[in-house]
């Protein structure tokens, strides 16, 4: 059985009010705070492999986390943000007064980000991914750092939630979702777990 952690990224100055997507945003203090509370709770948790997307805001969190495993970060293009083209760093704000934004809030299965990628592109790229890691770690446990929405579409692939609804999951800053994938059924062990930051 592979056993899949996948934690987002702590948040930066963007988050919440841009879309970033492949831009270097870096985590800012509170975001480094998160990405320190994730790896102390997952310290104890033996990994095989760390991999991580290769946007700066994954790949210091990652480092984080992989400070007490000493584990070389292996980046992964399929963990990658969702390419948002034109849209990239644009306000949330300014986005939300466009004709398009109810379709991609309610009917995002058919929506393409201009001069980018569709979701459903993003999640057959993330959940390929996921097939390829589950074959090269059968008995295994790995870190996957990534982002909101690919972990989400890689969630909602495995609990059988059509794309259009895939919004319904909440995946916060450096939260812990667990997958575990064997020769059964898929099995989501937990989601959007935040680790105490106290």
């Known amino acids: 059985m ?37 790896s102390a709770a997952l310290a104890s948790i033996r990994f095989k492999g760390i991999y991580s ?18 584990k070389k970060i292996q980046t992964l293009d399929a ?5 948002y083209g034109a849209w990239t760093d644009r306000s949330l704000r300014q986005l939300s007064g466009l004709k398009v934004w109810r379709e991609v809030q309610h009917q995002p299965s058919s ?20 097939e390829r890691l589950r074959g090269a770690h059968r008995k ?8 909101a929405d690919v972990i989400r579409l890689v969630f909602a692939h495995y609990l059988g ?3 259009d ?15 575990s994938l064997g020769d059964h059924s898929p099995r989501v062990m937990c989601m959007n777990w935040v680790p105490d930051r106290s």
Request: with cysteine; charged share 25%.
């Open 53 to 70: 997307s290769p946007v700066a805001r994954c790949l210091q969190t990652a480092e984080i986390i992989a400070e007490p495993h000493r």
């Open 165 to 179: 609804l895939f919004q319904r999951i909440i995946i916060g800053p450096a939260s812990v979702s667990i997958l």
């Open 140 to 147: 295994d446990r790995i870190c996957c750092v990534s982002h």
């Open 2 to 38: 592979t056993t899949l952690y996948f934690v987002r990224h702590g948040v930066t100055a963007h988050t919440g009010v841009k879309l970033s997507g492949w831009m270097d945003t870096p985590l800012d203090d509170k975001g480094t705070d998160q990405a320190r509370a994730a």
């Open 79 to 83: 963990l990658g943000e969702v390419r």
């Open 161 to 163: 939630v059509h794309i």
């Open 111 to 130: 929506f393409r980000f201009p001069d980018g990628e569709t979701l459903r592109e993003v999640q057959a790229r993330a959940v390929d991914e996921v």
